[in-house]
């Protein structure tokens, strides 16, 4: 067994947005090569060439939008993007940190060199990945590898739950 993977106990959570996320991106991406393509035909410019050049224009739009993919496992997280796949061991890990700029990432390292980077919406819309994480980074602090990102993790923690409660309100029509 390599270092990577850990023996498969609990449950596998998903990402229960990526499906809806993905075909999002398709959409926009099919929009745009429509309306280029719209443009060029009325205008009376269409090429073979110029056809080729939007196809590879949308094909790049969606390789932007795509959406990380991600999965955890009882010690593992892993992010799936369309030419990569990061997996960390979510019992090893050595630092948590949030990076702020134009999209928030929230930066997992592991005792083995390894990092995933994800954006921490993915785990606010998903509770059961956040306690899947939340669960097994627990077990890194137990266990002493844990000593940089509780400060992080307690953020998104707090984020969690206040949009876990907003949900709740929604639903029993106390908002």
Not at 60 to 76: C, F, I, K, M, N
Not at 131 to 148: F, I, K, N, Q, T
Request: charged share 25%; hydrophobic share 50%; with cysteine.
């Amino acid at each position: 067994m390599r270092h990577h993977d850990a023996p498969l106990r609990a449950p596998v959570v998903h990402d229960r947005h990526w499906a809806p996320d993905v075909l999002d991106s398709v959409r926009c991406s099919a929009v745009l090569l429509g309306l280029l393509l719209l443009v060029d035909l009325a205008a009376e410019t269409f090429t073979a060439w110029r056809g080729f050049l939007w196809l590879a224009l949308a094909a790049l739009l969606l390789a932007v939008l795509y959406p990380a993919r991600v999965t955890a496992g009882e010690g593992w997280l892993e992010s799936r993007r369309l030419l990569r796949t990061q997996r960390v061991r979510t019992d090893l890990l050595v630092s948590v940190r949030c990076l702020d700029g134009v999209a928030q990432r929230l930066v997992l390292r592991d005792a083995f060199g390894d990092r995933v980077e994800i954006d921490p919406g993915v785990l606010i819309d998903n509770p059961d990945l956040w306690l899947r994480l939340a669960e097994d980074a627990r077990r890194s602090v137990r266990g002493g590898s844990l000593l940089c990102g509780t400060t992080a993790l307690r953020r998104i923690t707090e984020r969690v739950d206040r949009e876990t409660a907003r949900a709740v309100f929604k639903v029993s029509g106390l908002d």
